[in-house]
């Protein structure tokens, strides 16, 4: 059974500052990475992907994959209340068919 | 606005009915994946369909079907419906398997409610 393991939260964190969130993944066989954002009563968008070890940045959102540890993590800089929504993780091998398997959610809350 | 819609957007269905929830992607899109998503879960891949082939299934058992048709819409069918099976069904929509950042979109999804 592939497990994505991801903190509920909330976690809350002041505008302005970095906002961290984790997810552990069971299958040492991933090989691809999604960070998803959910907003309330909206459906996902995928905002983030990576698929090698070490850090890839895109605006104010940075991804880290450390595949040793089987870790990954969104790292969201200059957080705004916009940003209040709930991150999902997802994991999936790849290879012609492309199977993910999703975390629970972190919720972000950014207050002013 | 994705450009990808659902429908119909609420259902209400008995234990034992069958259902088909309907989904146009946009023009171009390849590629069309099912998530079912619990609240406050997180969504569970049920299948993809790669130009008209599933190219890929989730845990679902066979009562889960789907189909793609060469106009970009597709459907997903689930038989005899069981209490479970109130969700949330989303649809994706992406030129390839691989989703990527500003190319796969979501549906509004529809939400099912078995009684």
């Known amino acids: 059974q592939k497990e994505v393991e991801q903190n509920s939260g909330p976690l809350s964190v002041p505008e302005g500052a970095i906002a961290s969130l984790n997810c552990t993944y069971s299958?040492?066989?991933?090989?691809?990475f999604f960070w998803y954002r959910q907003y309330s009563g909206k459906s996902p968008e995928l905002i983030m992907f990576i698929y090698s070890n070490g850090d890839k940045e895109d605006g104010r959102f940075t991804a880290q994959l450390n595949k040793a540890s089987q870790y990954v993590s969104l790292l969201i800089r200059d957080s705004q209340p916009s940003d209040s929504a709930t991150y999902l993780c997802a994991v999936a091998t790849s290879g012609g068919s492309y199977i993910p398997t999703f975390g629970r959610g972190t919720s972000l809350i950014v207050h002013p | 606005e994705t450009g990808v819609t659902q429908s119909p957007t609420h259902l209400i269905k008995t234990r034992g009915q069958q259902v088909t929830l309907r989904c146009s992607s946009q023009s171009g899109h390849n590629t069309v994946s099912w998530y079912q998503q619990a609240l406050g879960q997180g969504p569970q891949f049920i299948f993809q369909?790669?130009?008209?082939?599933?190219?890929g299934r989730g845990n679902f058992p066979p009562r889960f079907s789907g189909l793609q048709f060469p106009n970009y819409s597709s459907e997903l069918n689930v038989n005899a419906l069981e209490l479970d099976d109130s969700a949330l069904y989303l649809c994706?929509?992406?030129?390839?398997?691989?989703?990527?950042?500003?190319?796969?979109?979501f549906g509004p999804g529809t939400r099912l409610t078995v009684l």
């Open positions: 369909y790669y130009r008209e082939e599933e190219n």
């Open positions: 994706a929509s992406s030129p390839d398997p691989a989703p990527s950042t500003d190319t796969q979109y």
């Open positions: 299958d040492r066989g991933s090989q691809s």
